[in-house]
């Protein structure tokens, strides 16, 4: 079975500053795709980057971007330059290619402070 | 926003009865995911709708049910409402055309149930 880990119940940064937010996934497939959801207090997800696991290089979303370590399963959320806005709950999910769920992991409590 | 609307926004009920939750999907989308939120949890996937036929179950038990009807909008039945079944409840659209697009999920805000 597929499972996600993201081993940082919350995080904090300054404003202005970058963050780190880890997750590890395990899995037997070689066609998955791993994606980085906000929720923001208004419970909606919202989709932050994705990344195909048959594509080599890194996802880059504006100021987000991913270290995508296929080997070691691994697959990090960098944000930089942190605003107040991008506090939020972030979850780390992963989805094979042919099938039609999203495993998600526990998340991760970001806090932006002045 | 993302085009997604879900109803309603928050429902009390007692053990034992049964609740409906519906979810208008975003406009041109033809797949629906419904997906359980525990408090302090990621979602869990129930299942999946793609022309109104369940195209995809997760790890819950037969009293959850759905449908989508012809305008692909679709609902989430729960009967026989247990306590655990207290969480808030997703509802995701996307558009199975191309690989890349049904990829692209796009939520709504849920519904929180509440079981007494």
């Known amino acids: 079975a597929q499972t996600v880990t993201q081993s940082q119940p919350e995080m904090s940064v300054q404003e202005a500053e970058t963050v780190t937010l880890s997750c590890t996934y395990d899995t037997s497939e070689s066609d998955y795709y791993l994606f980085w959801y906000k929720q923001p207090p208004s419970r909606q997800m919202i989709l932050v980057i994705r990344q195909e696991a048959y594509k080599q290089q890194n996802a880059t979303e504006n100021r987000f971007s991913v270290n995508f370590q296929k080997a070691a399963k691994s697959f990090s959320l960098k944000i930089s330059d942190s605003q107040l806005g991008d506090a939020a709950m972030y979850f780390c999910a992963y989805k094979p290619g042919t099938a039609s769920k999203l495993t998600f992991g526990t998340g991760t409590r970001l806090q932006v402070t002045l | 926003e993302t085009g997604v609307t879900q109803s309603p926004t928050h429902l009390i009920k007692t053990r034992g009865q049964q609740v409906t939750l519906r979810c208008s999907s975003q406009?041109?989308?033809?797949?629906v995911s419904w997906y359980q939120q525990a408090l302090g949890q990621g979602p869990q996937f129930i299942f999946q709708y793609y022309r109104e036929e369940e195209n995809g179950r997760g790890n819950f038990p037969p009293r959850f049910s759905g449908l989508q009807f012809p305008n692909y909008s679709s609902e989430l039945n729960v009967n026989a409402l247990e306590l655990d079944d207290s969480a808030l409840y997703l509802c995701?659209?996307?558009?199975?055309?191309?690989?890349?697009?049904?990829?692209?999920?796009?939520f709504g805000s849920g519904t929180q149930l509440s079981v007494l």
């Open positions: 406009s041109g989308h033809n797949t």
């Open positions: 995701a659209s996307s558009l199975r055309f191309r690989r890349q697009d049904k990829e692209k999920l796009f």
